[in-house]
């Protein structure tokens, strides 16, 4: 029996007990545990525990943790990185049970990036020179950074995408590589697979759009999108990217589609703890096959659905009726999708207008009486 978990955020994760049966942990984030991002603690018996394509940063004492030599470590395509104490800590001498490469290494200057009973120590350089390799027989294809802003986009904010230019990418194998990852974008996406959870993804290869440009998520509305794959042979993977009213990304899901799929999101599930703050998604994907439509609905009283946007205005937008009576009010929403701010004017038929500045990558929402 093999138990596999695929998880988003683990802050510590003890290896014992009940999960003696081999255990993989595929495409996993952890990050910032008080102890150990992850610990094989022993329990009495031997076990195996797999590593596959995990990104694991910043600990108080190990990013990884082996209580003793007699279990099992098999890592590989995984990234170490951060902290100031120890990156891969074996507690007792030997690691004869430990199968490791075409792993990322990274530890603040001076620290310990592997220790084995305390007594045998190896520092980044240590790794890089290839004396790990030597005592251990593994990591032969692993490799060093020594500055983890040249892993990841922004790691003081969280962000463990990696850049274009980092050492993760192309580098890992395809050995046991999970055929997504973390966000769902299919691996590999370049000339290899990468290292970590995340699969660096270019802009070309998430090329096409559809734009949800308002969402209503409050104590009066609730907003449903839907996204469908309208291939009757061709699967499809993307992102939905929610955006703030300043144009800033607070949220992203991924999303598989099979042929002829379709996926429905509840904004007010989905993009907990906020998703009142939400003010428009965009989705990412892969294939031209997509389309979708925004619900917005009170439960029990109105509901009503309108295509999602897939071509970007240029020019002169005409709104073929207001409604603004007292049983109706109109709302208009806009996305500038460009990076500079832009200077719009509304025009009513009866000559009134009224100017609006919608800041860049930012949408704007009001209601607008004739």
């Not at 794959?229 to 990217?241: E, Y």
Request: charged fraction near 15%; hydrophobic fraction near 40%; proline fraction near 3%.
């Amino acid at each position: 029996m093999i138990i596999q978990i695929s998880v988003s955020h683990v802050l510590l994760l003890a290896i014992w007990g009940k999960y003696r049966t081999p255990v993989r942990l595929v495409n996993c984030i952890g990050y910032n545990a008080s102890v150990a991002n992850v610990e094989l603690d022993w329990d009495g018996e031997s076990g195996k525990t797999t590593l596959q394509n995990c990104t694991f940063i910043n600990a108080g004492s190990f990013n990884v943790w082996v209580e003793n030599s007699a279990d099992f470590l098999y890592m590989v395509n995984c990234i170490l990185a951060g902290g100031d104490a120890i990156g891969l800590a074996f507690e007792q001498m030997g690691t004869s049970k430990y199968q490791g490469d075409y792993n990322l290494f990274h530890i603040a200057a001076g620290a310990r990036m592997i220790a084995v009973g305390y007594e045998d120590e190896f520092s980044l350089s240590d790794v890089e020179s290839g004396s790990w390799m030597a005592y251990s027989g593994q990591d032969s294809h692993s490799v060093v950074v020594h500055e983890i802003s040249k892993i990841f986009v922004d790691p003081a904010n969280f962000d463990f995408h990696l850049l274009s230019t980092s050492s993760a990418v192309d580098t890992g194998t395809s050995a046991g590589a999970p055929a997504v990852d973390y966000d769902g974008d299919s691996r590999p996406q370049g000339a290899g697979y990468d290292m970590g959870a995340d699969e660096y993804v270019t802009q070309e290869t998430l090329s096409f759009l559809i734009y949800f440009p308002h969402i209503a998520s409050n104590s009066t509305w609730e907003t449903e999108i839907c996204v469908i794959n309208t291939s009757a042979v061709q699967s499809l993977s993307g992102n939905l990217r929610a955006y703030n009213d300043l144009g800033q990304e607070v949220s992203s899901t991924p999303v598989i589609l099979a042929a002829n799929a379709r996926n429905i999101a509840d904004c007010y599930y989905v993009f907990i703890p906020n998703p009142s703050g939400i003010e428009y998604i965009i989705f990412e994907s892969d294939s031209e096959n997509v389309c979708g439509y925004t619900k917005f609905y009170i439960e029990g009283k109105y509901r009503v659905a309108v295509p999602a946007v897939s071509d970007v205005n240029a020019g002169d937008i005409y709104i073929s009726h207001i409604a603004s009576n007292t049983n109706w009010w109109t709302g208009i929403s806009l996305l500038n999708t460009t990076s500079s701010s832009k200077e719009l004017t509304v025009e009513f038929d009866n000559g009134t207008t009224k100017p609006i500045t919608v800041a860049a990558k930012a949408g704007t929402s009001g209601v607008y009486y004739q």
